[in-house]
């Protein structure tokens, strides 16, 4: 499938853009987000037992459920409906994220669960979403995993990209990659946007933009060829912004090699029309076990220990704390 590109895509997002802040003091911790665009793709399944798997190699772990409207994350580890959610934290009724923080039965494991029976809760405002980014600066953890709702809201996008690490998990169906692609488009030209701010390089753009059958300009790679030919500095500039957005794919039920390949034909399209790059972490096989524990409220990699799953969840979770191990077993293995 072609991304298609138009000068409406970068109009859709606003210069209210949220930067990424993990440092606290000088203590780093790993933000990381598991977003798709799409529902039902697994998002919840892959934050929680990534969680679990960091957690029991005893690192400290925050799980936020940002699914706003429809968080279920807390049924996902087998915890009860919680009586404090974000909820409480974006109408004020409590001051810190850590106020809402709920034990989970693994060791090293917490969550914060997502808001419940708020009308519209699903569309903070601008100045929520600040201060929730900021409050999580104040969490003490060595990773904090978000799990992200579905679709392409400014919310979701900048949650995405206020992480040191954004995963988009995929499914092997025409749906999910038409919104795996959607998501990642809505989140480059997100970037794009701040980039043009922060640099105040609008009139240059809407300049080129004005004239791109004359400039050539067919994809956003094109774009950013033709900002660096206009002026070096500054489109050096803006490809280094830009060269920072570099999703990591995650092929969910996967039952053939065709399904595997999916995740490379995305980073092909991604590197042609965007000019970036992104990296497959691996992929989960399909395994009806999953909806087992699903009913078991238990977690997979809890209830099934020495399931093939986990063999996958573990190649994930290897590249994930080791990023210079890539994908290299690109085969599935029977």
Known sequence: MGVIFSKQGLNDASSEYIQPVTKDGG??????????????VGKTLIAANLGIMLAREGRRVILIDLDLGGANLHTCLGVDLPKSTLSDFMQKDVTNLSDILIETPINNLRLISGAQDILDIANIKYMQKVRFINKLKELDADYIILDLGAGTSFNTLDFFLASDIGIVTIV???????????????????KLKNAESSLKIKKMVDDIMKN??????????????????????????????MASFSPKLIINMVRSQ????????????????????????????YDNLVW????KKNPVILEFPNS??????????????NPNIRFIDGALER
């Open 292 to 295: 087992q524990s699903i009913r």
């Open 172 to 190: 092997p169906e025409p749906t999910s990659i038409e919104n795996v692609y959607r998501f990642i488009k809505s989140a480059f030209y997100r």
């Open 308 to 321: 093939k799953l986990i063999s996958d969840f573990n190649r994930v979770y290897k590249r994930i704390i």
């Open 212 to 241: 791109r059958i004359a400039n050539g300009i067919s994809t956003p790679s094109d774009l950013l060829k033709k900002i660096e030919e206009t002026e070096q500095d500054i489109g050096e500039a803006v490809r280094k912004e």
């Open 27 to 40: 203590k780093e911790r790993v933000i990381i987000s598991v977003g798709g665009g799409k529902g039902g």
């Open 258 to 285: 065709t399904d595997v390949e999916i995740g490379h034909a995305v980073s092909s399209v991604c590197r042609k029309y965007f000019g970036i790059e992104t990296e497959l972490l691996g992929y989960i096989e």
